[in-house]
């Protein structure tokens, strides 16, 4: 019961932050939706890797990339890992370093609202709220709240933000499908 009471929060919790960043983009507003929806249907179309996106990049824009792509597959790696070893506690310090680095440079990325903080930066507590709830559950050899507090950070921190990435104007979108 406990797990789809969580599961209806979380699934609360993403709507309200992909509607505020509807909103915040102006995108439900005069229409702009449907200019919206022609931008992303061209993409399947229009696929093209452009590193050069990625030079061009601010360099705290590229420490976060790196860092969030690293963090995404070297949490892949661990979750399918065995769990409990000196490799898993290693590589799972290593992820903890690259989520810190993750979201302390997101704190500098303003480029979706020039000036101050948007939406997205609301992942930047959660993480090292996350990244607490993960390392003590750990040390206190609670392997299943540890378990629950990874995947938990994992999609909510990672993935989450991460298909944020590759909105129009950004530079995952810019990458993959040279917007």
């Known amino acids: 019961m406990n797990a789809i009471r969580h599961l209806a929060i979380g699934f609360g919790l993403v709507t309200l932050v992909v509607g505020f960043a509807l909103i915040q983009g102006g995108i439900l507003q005069d ?13 399947a179309s229009g696929f093209q890797l ?9 360099v705290i824009v590229q420490i976060h990339a790196a860092a ?3 963090a995404l597959v070297l ?8 769990k409990g070893t000196i490799p ?8 903890a370093l ?18 101050g903080f948007s939406f997205i930066h609301i992942f ?8 607490f709830g993960v390392i003590t559950h750990a040390r ?13 950070l994992f999609f909510g921190a990672l993935i989450v933000p991460g298909l944020f990435a590759f909105m129009p104007g950004r530079l995952m979108f810019q990458m993959f499908f040279g917007g």
């Open 124 to 131: 930047v507590p959660l993480t090292f709220f996350g990244l």
């Open 68 to 70: 969030a792509i690293s």
């Open 88 to 95: 898993h506690r290693t590589l799972g310090y290593v992820w």
């Open 140 to 152: 206190a050899l609670r392997a299943d709240k540890h378990r629950n507090a990874v995947f938990g």
């Open 31 to 43: 229409g702009y939706l449907a200019a919206y929806a022609r931008q992303f249907q061209g993409m």
């Open 50 to 58: 452009n590193f050069g996106a990625f030079a061009r990049a601010p």
């Open 75 to 82: 949490g892949l790696i661990q979750m399918l890992a065995p």
């Open 98 to 115: 690259l989520m810190v680095t993750t979201a302390a440079t997101a704190i500098f990325i303003r480029q979706i609202n020039p000036g």
